[in-house]
């Protein structure tokens, strides 16, 4: 039984290959045979074709040597490079530590450089500050030279003398001032104006109307100018006994503005009397109730 079930197994294993032999043989003939059928097809619009045949193998081997050689050298090249690279950074270490010291010489020359250049900016400072003072003190000096100059040559008008002269006629109040340029540079007098007076006593008020007229003269440094003072509205009889007995005081007062050659304005007044049991005749006194005044 077993012997029969082995035989069918084997004829349908020996058919199915015949089956397959056949169809695959069939296949080809038909494949050829289109192939065949495409080729007539083109070979009516055939174009030219060239076939490139792929490299032999000695062709791939002669290709891959190459290409290993390329390699080769080009690692060589880069070995090469590296060797360069490495000798001269030994080459640059064996300079590094001079470099550095060097470097270090510079830098700290650099810090005594700048510490000089500021030791020398301070001090340029401090002669700057002491050439300033310097030239302040010199500025103040010769200011103060300058004013001195000025105050030693201008000119001071100052009142020399004032009197009632003797040959007077008696009754009339009548004075002489003399005024002196005791500067050393001429005075230009532009006003002046008088007032001669006598009362039983004298104030301040007295001269409240004494009024500056415009004048023109020029003084020079020592020279004098005189004025007349006088009253003439009236005469006042037995006037010389009133003075010597004291009954009446007489008062004269001077004002007068002038300028200097610096061109700078001044004005002086002064107050002269004859007060007391006094003779009319003679110079006139300075009083302590009027004080002189000067600019």
Request: proline share 3%.
């Amino acid at each position: 039984m077993r012997f029969l079930t082995v035989v069918l197994l084997g004829g349908c294993f020996l058919l199915s290959s015949l089956n397959c032999s056949v169809g695959q043989e069939q296949t080809e003939e038909d494949r050829h045979g289109q192939q065949h059928a495409r080729g007539n097809e083109r070979d009516e619009y055939s174009v030219p074709v060239r076939i490139i045949p792929d490299p032999t193998q000695e062709e791939k081997d002669q290709a891959d040597a190459e290409k290993s050689n390329r390699d080769e050298r080009r690692e060589d090249e880069n070995l090469a490079v590296q060797r360069s690279v490495a000798e001269s950074s030994e080459q640059v270490a064996q300079y590094a530590a001079p470099m550095f010291y060097i470097s270090a010489a510079a830098l700290i020359l650099s810090f005594v450089t700048v510490a000089a250049s500021g030791a020398a900016a301070w001090f340029a400072f401090g002669s700057v500050s002491e050439a300033r003072k310097a030239t302040k003190v010199a500025q103040s000096a010769l200011s103060v030279t300058q004013d001195t100059a000025r105050k030693q040559l201008r000119a001071y008008m100052v009142l020399d003398g004032a009197e009632v002269p003797e040959g007077t006629q008696d009754g009339m109040l009548y004075a002489v001032v003399r005024l002196k340029n005791f500067g050393q540079s001429p005075a230009t007098i532009t006003h002046v104006g008088s007032k001669c007076l006598a009362s039983t006593t004298i104030v301040a008020t007295d001269f409240d109307d004494l009024v500056l007229q415009p004048y023109k003269s020029i003084i020079g440094g020592g020279g004098t100018i005189q004025f007349h003072a006088a009253n003439t509205t009236q005469l006042l009889d037995g006037l010389a006994s009133a003075v010597a007995s004291g009954k009446i005081q007489i008062a004269m007062r001077i004002r007068i503005k002038y300028q200097d050659i610096y061109g700078d304005k001044h004005f002086a007044q002064f107050t002269r009397t004859i007060e007391g049991q006094r003779n009319l005749y003679g110079g006139m006194a300075v009083s302590p109730r009027y004080p002189d005044v000067a600019d």
